[in-house]
């Protein structure tokens, strides 16, 4: 009787629950302009293309936080530059970035961390990553609310962004790295596969919901915060993958989403 209890509360603690909340506001935040720009299965494949840093942090013995950066940073900027130049479509690159870095990653990845990286943990970060976390996470919110009404028009309304002289480009690749940080944080506590989910099913059931962006923003942002609360509760209370819980819980609302719409 006394295990069991002890193991939900070390679950549930604060500061466990602190970091999911950070990763889960400016997921939810940025989702809301994933899903209004279709870009949702970019948002997941950009989470894959983080694996080979991740795998040369654990090989070499540096942060693998500071990999997955470094390689979705240079992959961003990579993309951006090739699909200004018209060769190929900015969805055709990501893929072909996502497939081989995804290969790449599981060839190189230490077995042993192998589902970690993929799945996250949570229950397991340290101070520093806590820390990193934390201001990574409060770094994305300021650039997000600062750039609100900008990120709004070129997801929303393009043609009047450039009217109105807005240097949609820049912007477009702001969002990206804004986008890219965020997965490379969220990677440690819920992983390189679910990362992308964590963006997308909070502002996808908010869009079922909500009939004005205000609603979408604030729908997304109660639903990234449930799923984070009671996937982290369910996986202590039933000692089970805390990544794999808060996106279920995400999937769930999602599908209950769908008969308000219906309704």
């Given at each position: 009787?006394?295990?069991?209890?002890?193991?939900?509360?070390?679950?549930?603690?604060?500061?466990?629950?602190?970091?999911?909340?950070?990763?889960?506001?400016?997921?939810?935040?940025?989702?809301?302009?994933?899903?209004?720009?279709?870009?949702?299965?970019?948002?997941?494949?950009?989470?894959?293309?983080?694996?080979?840093?991740?795998?040369?942090g654990l090989l070499l013995g540096f942060d693998p936080f500071l990999g997955a950066l470094a390689v979705l940073f240079f992959s961003v900027l990579i993309i951006s530059s090739i699909e200004r130049q018209g060769?190929?479509?900015?969805?055709?690159?990501?893929?072909?970035?996502?497939?081989?870095?995804?290969?790449?990653?599981?060839?190189?990845?230490?077995?042993?961390?192998?589902?970690?990286?993929?799945?996250?943990?949570?229950?397991?970060?340290?101070?520093?990553?806590?820390?990193?976390?934390?201001?990574?996470?409060?770094?994305?919110?300021?650039?997000?609310?600062?750039?609100?009404?900008?990120?709004?028009?070129?997801?929303?309304?393009?043609?009047?962004?450039?009217?109105?002289?807005?240097?949609?480009?820049?912007?477009?690749?702001?969002?990206?790295?804004?986008?890219?940080?965020?997965?490379?944080?969220?990677?440690?506590?819920?992983?390189?596969?679910?990362?992308?989910?964590?963006?997308?099913?909070?502002?996808?059931?908010?869009?079922?919901?909500?009939?004005?962006?205000?609603?979408?923003?604030?729908?997304?942002?109660?639903?990234?915060?449930?799923?984070?609360?009671?996937?982290?509760?369910?996986?202590?209370?039933?000692?089970?993958?805390?990544?794999?819980?808060?996106?279920?819980?995400?999937a769930a609302i999602f599908g209950l989403s769908l008969f308000v719409r219906k309704a």
């Amino acid at each position: 009787m006394t295990v069991f209890p002890s193991f939900i509360f070390q679950m549930i603690s604060p500061t466990v629950f602190f970091v999911g909340v950070v990763v889960a506001l400016s997921a939810s935040l940025l989702g809301v302009f994933v899903v209004g720009r279709r870009m949702a299965l970019i948002s997941d494949a950009l989470s894959h293309v983080a694996l080979p840093g991740l795998a040369a942090g654990l090989l070499l013995g540096f942060d693998p936080f500071l990999g997955a950066l470094a390689v979705l940073f240079f992959s961003v900027l990579i993309i951006s530059s090739i699909e200004r130049q018209g060769i190929l479509s900015f969805e055709t690159l990501v893929g072909i970035f996502f497939t081989a870095a995804l290969a790449i990653g599981l060839l190189i990845i230490p077995e042993e961390h192998l589902l970690e990286s993929l799945f996250g943990d949570i229950a397991k970060i340290g101070y520093l990553e806590i820390l990193e976390t934390a201001l990574l996470g409060f770094l994305i919110l300021f650039f997000i609310v600062f750039f609100f009404r900008e990120f709004s028009k070129i997801t929303f309304s393009s043609d009047l962004a450039w009217g109105e002289g807005l240097n949609v480009n820049r912007l477009n690749l702001a969002f990206l790295l804004l986008l890219a940080l965020s997965v490379a944080m969220g990677i440690k506590i819920i992983g390189a596969l679910l990362m992308g989910a964590l963006i997308i099913l909070p502002a996808s059931a908010a869009k079922n919901a909500a009939g004005s962006l205000k609603g979408l923003t604030l729908l997304s942002i109660i639903f990234g915060l449930i799923s984070v609360f009671v996937g982290l509760f369910l996986a202590g209370a039933f000692q089970l993958p805390p990544g794999p819980m808060v996106v279920m819980v995400s999937a769930a609302i999602f599908g209950l989403s769908l008969f308000v719409r219906k309704a």
